[in-house]
C-alpha cells in the first residue's frame, strides 16, 4: 500500500495509507474488467492484504513486503488478485 501510495502521490492524485481504505477508492472492477493504472487487490473487500498496480498485458507492478525489491508479476501466477479498483 506505501508502494501504491507513493506512485499516485508522484502523479498528484493522494490515496490513504492503507490496503483496506485504498481498496474504496473507486469502482469495484471484476479482474476481466482491468485496464493499466487500476488497483489490484488480494483479500475480499473489506479485509484486502495486499495491492498492486495493474499494468496492462496479464501483469502487476508490486512491493510484495515491507523490506522487499518493487516486482511485477504475472496476474495469472498461483495466487492471482481477487479484484480491482479504479482510482478517479
Known amino acids: ?30 479482474l476481466s474488467q482491468l485496464q493499466a493504472g487500476d488497483l489490484s487487490f488480494w483479500g475480499g473487500r473489506g479485509s484486502t492484504h495486499h495491492v498492486g498496480i495493474y499494468m496492462g498485458g496479464n501483469q502487476y507492478i508490486h512491493a510484495p513486503e515491507t523490506g522487499d525489491v518493487v516486482k511485477i508479476s504475472s496476474v495469472s501466477s498461483y495466487n492471482p488478485p481477487s479484484f480491482g479498483v479504479r482510482v478517479r
Open 1 to 30: 500500500s506505501g508502494f501504491v501510495r507513493y506512485v499516485f502521490g508522484r502523479l498528484g492524485i493522494g490515496l490513504p495509507r492503507t490496503t483496506y481504505q485504498q481498496e474504496y477508492q473507486g469502482p469495484f472492477l471484476e
